[in-house]
């Protein structure tokens, strides 16, 4: 729904739909969890984050971020297998293997898609051009779309190994824009971010003065009293599918 309401835009009058692809579209939390199993498996049951999965994600989530902030040029799937060795310290863990590293490294293409994710985006693209922007590789991007978002069909990719940076970087988003108006020739007030992500999307799309989308995918009031000020987004819905109804209604009407 409509949350901005100072802002006069309408769903139909964006070309263009830019996602965040993690944490929006793909489950990455329950992927990530899921395939973090080897190593929990060794946490003692005395450990305070035994089972304890929010902890867990919220510790591993702090690591990735300091490693965009001081390795920008990493590879994702190096930059996972980095994090993941982290994170047994992080939490007293013998060191992995590096082929256990690895492995966990390039699990990206078995993370599994929200339920509404790909009837949503095909819906969508009926009436937007859809565009990726996310912090991943070209590699493991591409296991994505033979896998949980296979069949959907976007019109660009851009993903941090190609843009030299991870968000919440502004070069990210400034990549987009430039991009989309060259290759696509969509202006940036014709483009509609659309993502989870507060603090790696939405503060960056109010310092661009992109109009932006949050699906917050059962996140609420709590979460965003940390970013007050510093999001703007003019629609919040639940889910994808959720966005995609809304934005038939309108092109209805």
Excluded at 94 to 117: I, L, N, Q, Y
Excluded at 139 to 147: H, I, T, W
Excluded at 190 to 203: K, Y
Aim: hydrophobic share 40%.
């Amino acid at each position: 729904m409509k949350v901005r309401t100072t802002d006069p835009k309408s769903l139909t009058d964006f070309k263009l739909l830019a996602f965040d692809c993690f944490g929006t579209l793909v489950d990455w939390q329950s992927g990530i969890y899921d395939e973090m199993h080897p190593l929990l498996g060794r946490l003692p049951s005395s450990h305070p984050l035994k089972d304890d999965r929010a902890s867990i994600i919220k510790r591993f989530n702090e690591i990735e971020v300091s490693i965009f902030a001081s390795k920008p040029t990493l590879k994702y799937s190096s930059l996972l297998s980095e994090a993941y060795i982290k994170l047994a310290g992080a939490l007293d863990l013998p060191t992995p293997t590096e082929p256990e590293a690895d492995a966990f490294g390039a699990s990206v293409g078995k993370w599994p898609v929200f339920p509404d994710t790909v009837e949503a985006l095909k819906q969508l693209k009926k009436r937007y051009k859809l565009v990726i922007l996310s912090n991943v590789d070209k590699k493991s991007f591409a296991q994505v779309l033979k896998s949980a978002l296979a069949g959907v069909e976007f019109d660009a990719v851009y993903v941090a190994e190609e843009i030299g940076s991870y968000k919440p970087d502004l070069k990210n988003f400034q990549y987009l824009v430039t991009h989309a108006r060259d290759e696509l020739g969509v202006q940036m007030e014709q483009i509609l971010m659309t993502a989870h992500g507060l603090d790696s999307d939405h503060v960056s799309a109010m310092k661009m003065g992109m109009t932006s989308v949050w699906i917050s995918r059962g996140e609420g009031d709590q979460e965003l009293k940390a970013f007050e000020g510093k999001v703007a987004f003019t629609w919040r819905f639940d889910s994808m599918g959720a966005m995609a109804a809304a934005a038939e209604k309108e092109f209805g009407k």
